[in-house]
């Protein structure tokens, strides 16, 4: 983590996925696939490259023709994924709508960055309502480009006029935040709420104790 400056943070940007919003990619095909017939899927077909190229912008229909190629297969689980996609969202992050909602009335600026295909973002907002509360996004699939791409980072710093040494990323990602931390952000390791609560207090925002802590 980047040690906290002698001014306080005047913006928050949150990833997503697993910060946010819990996502679990076995979901769609929970029905019809085991955990480990998934796993074995997604070994064999390289699901992560095939989920990289649409947080990348590649058309899905691009990424379910190349998931074919190898085997026929491999392309109708991964039609089969993108059509049940909203499964794959497990529902709000607990305790971070708390959190999202303390920083908005202190007044912090709240945006987002995240790695997501642009097709199918929009179920995003409604399993999390927090995402709503927040400024802007930045989507990768938008932009195509991809975290930890430095190139991203600038591009939300472009955008929203943004002075890195007094904007705090918080990502569950250690690459991702070794790239924000590179271009001078102060970088925050997601794991849950209580931890993300503890480190902001540390960077001097007003973020109160949790209600269920002395």
């Known amino acids: ?12 940007v949150f990833d997503l996925g697993n910060v946010l919003i819990g996502w679990d990619q ?5 029905d019809r696939m085991t955990r480990e017939e998934w796993n074995d899927f997604a070994a064999e077909a390289n699901f992560g490259m095939l989920n990289t ?7 899905i229909t691009e990424v379910i023709a190349r998931a074919a190629e ?3 297969r491999h392309g109708e689980i991964v039609a089969a994924y993108y059509d049940r996609f909203d499964l794959s969202l497990t529902g709000p ?3 971070m709508a708390e ?3 303390e920083l908005k009335a202190s007044d912090i600026r709240l945006l987002g960055l995240s790695n997501w295909s642009a097709e199918t973002f929009h179920h995003a907002p409604k399993v999390a309502p927090a995402i709503n509360e927040l400024e802007d996004i930045v989507v990768s699939g938008r932009e195509e480009l991809i975290k930890p791409d430095p190139e991203i980072f600038r591009v939300l710093s472009r955008r929203f006029d943004l002075v890195p040494e007094r904007t705090v990323f918080v990502d569950d990602l250690p690459a991702n935040i070794d790239a924000a931390e ?5 970088g925050l390791l997601f794991t849950d709420a209580q931890q993300l609560r503890g480190d902001l207090g540390g960077l001097g925002l007003f973020v109160s104790p949790a209600a269920d802590e002395s």
Not at 3 to 8: E, K
Not at 26 to 30: Q, R
Request: aromatic share 2%.
């Open 1 to 12: 983590m980047t040690q906290p400056t002698d001014l306080h943070p005047t913006t928050v």
């Open 53 to 59: 190229l649409a947080d990348r912008g590649v058309p």
């Open 93 to 95: 992050i607990e305790g």
């Open 26 to 30: 076995t979901g769609p095909l929970a």
């Open 99 to 101: 959190i999202v909602a």
């Open 70 to 72: 190898s085997d026929p």
């Open 182 to 186: 590179e271009l001078g952000f102060i």
